[in-house]
């Protein structure tokens, strides 16, 4: 029974011995390019039940031959992704005062000059107050921000996705934060192309762990835009709205066909909630593209923008009612806001919207400034709340955005409107709009709570932008500024 035993095994292991050589050929068949040939030859060699066992053998390696493929398709998809993610959004409630700015000025709009020695700021508070791995890259988009489909070795010179190394725990603030910092654009990774871009932050090198995401612009200045700012002619407007008049002079660019080629947008105050999209020039001679139609583009025209000083909070100022210190936070109540669409204009310096991080508290405001809730109040006419109408409060520090945490909530009690934000200190501007309930679209509106004025003070921005025939994106190639206290006409 030994012997047989012995045998029976000794058998087994030519067998094994045969099925290695025979997997060591299939694999130098697959390596050498020549697979269906000497499977084939390999495979008539076999008994009919071998043939079977080998052809589990076969489709199992073509499974895994594919699967590879589909694994390597899939790593190269990588470069060329392009989820859409919505521009100036936070995705993480931990992520707060996320801003991108020029560098040295934060009420400056992130652009930047193509090849330029221009620099940006990244700066935000994690409130989880720990070290996390953040990483960002970024998105190429047409004018409108859809996301191009190229690969990003088509615009970025260098790694894709960078690391997140320069951070430092919050100190003497009550609530605890890690603030993390980058200047922009790093060494090891340049844009190469001009146009819109989407500033993309994640968790550990994670792309759909977006954390946050801004915008940011590089042109490449190839156009010349001669801009006026007017009254309207309508008379609806004329009282309260103002009017842009442009030419664009296309220098030596190749533009064949300037109603596909050629894409103009106008910004008020760096927003893109309210952002117009210019149609076709209204006539073109030669080079030069004119913009002058009656009744586009026409921006109402607001009013200056309210404001908080939150620079410190012992030393209250005007716009504070009182201050709750709390074990766990600071609670700073405004004082109410009240209606002014009645009133006639006041001009007084603001800073059109955006907020600034400072304090009066500490020598760094960025990791040594302290965060409180901030609560709203405003009073409208009669104590009554505004039939068919929600109120909302506006500015860079809620992104522009009409939500939940922008929504300002009727208190009957009081007879005001209330809402609350978690704000670092520093110094906001702020605005109350109201959207029509019927309204699909949600168009903000500061007829009802701020008034329109032609006077206001206002920033605009005229940009360019430019595709080449059989080109793949929108170029950026001419941005031009001003500010209506010193064109208005």
């Known amino acids: 029974m030994t012997l047989m035993a012995v045998a029976v095994m000794a058998r087994r292991m030519i067998n094994l011995e045969k099925e290695c050589s025979l997997l060591n ?36 390696l073509h ?7 589909l694994f390597i398709l899939g790593l190269i998809s990588l470069g060329t992704r392009t989820e859409a993610q919505t521009p100036d959004s936070v995705y ?7 801003k991108l700015f020029l560098k040295g000025n ?27 791995t953040y990483y960002y890259t970024y998105q190429l988009c047409n004018a409108d921000w859809t996301p191009v489909q190229i690969s990003t070795f088509d615009y970025i010179r260098g790694f894709a996705q960078n690391q997140l190394t320069d951070y430092r725990f919050s100190s003497v603030a009550l609530i605890r ?13 340049r844009l190469t192309l001009s146009g819109n871009y989407i500033l993309k ?42 009017k842009l008049q442009f030419t664009v002079n296309s220098k030596g660019l190749n533009i064949s066909n300037p109603f596909q080629q050629l894409h103009v947008v106008i910004l008020q105050n760096n927003r893109w909630d309210n952002a117009i999209y210019m149609g076709n ?68 310096t603001d800073n059109n919207g955006s907020y600034i991080i400072e304090t009066t508290d500490g020598v760094d405001p960025n990791w040594q400034g302290d965060y409180g809730r901030v609560r709203f109040v405003y009073v409208p006419p009669d104590k009554t709340p505004m039939e068919g109408k929600d109120l909302y409060i506006l500015g860079e520090f809620t992104g522009y955005k009409l939500n939940d ?51 206001t003070e206002n920033n605009y921005d005229i940009l360019v932008y430019y595709r080449p025939l059989g080109g793949r994106s929108d170029q950026l190639v001419g941005m031009y500024s001003m500010n209506s206290m010193n064109s208005l006409r």
């Open 106 to 132: 934060q009420a400056a709009y992130p652009v930047m000059s193509l090849n330029g020695m221009d620099q940006l700021d990244l700066e935000f508070d994690d409130l989880d107050a720990d070290v996390k």
């Open 405 to 455: 945490a922008s929504h300002m909530i009727f208190n009957p009690a009081s007879g005001a409107y209330e809402g609350s934000a978690l704000l670092k200190m520093g110094y906001y501007n702020y605005a109350y709009v109201t959207v029509n309930n019927t309204d699909p679209q949600g168009v903000p509106s500061f007829e009802f709570t701020e008034g329109n004025h032609s006077e």
């Open 25 to 60: 050929a299939i694999r130098r068949a697959m390596k050498l390019g020549r697979f269906n040939q000497e499977i084939l030859t390999l495979k008539n060699r076999l008994p009919a039940a071998v043939r079977k066992v080998f052809s589990r053998i076969e489709l199992t």
């Open 63 to 69: 499974y895994q031959m594919h699967m590879k493929y």
């Open 201 to 242: 932050v994640y968790l550990n090198n994670d792309e759909t762990k977006i954390a946050f995401t801004k915008r940011l612009l590089v042109v490449q200045n190839a156009v010349s835009i001669a801009a006026q700012i007017l009254l309207p002619m309508n008379p609806q407007y004329s009282a309260t709205h103002q």
């Open 92 to 98: 993480m409630p931990n992520i707060y005062s996320a």
């Open 177 to 189: 934060y890690t603030h993390y910092h980058a200047r922009l654009p790093e060494n090891n990774s």
């Open 281 to 348: 020039p209204s006539f073109y001679s030669g080079n030069n593209f004119v913009y002058n139609s009656d009744d586009v583009p026409i921006f109402p025209g607001g009013n200056q923008w309210r404001w908080i000083d939150l620079q410190s909070f012992r030393f209250q100022s005007d716009r504070i009612a009182h201050v709750d210190y709390l074990k766990n936070g600071d609670v700073i109540t405004a004082k109410p806001d009240k209606d002014r669409s009645g009133a006639p204009y006041y001009f007084y």
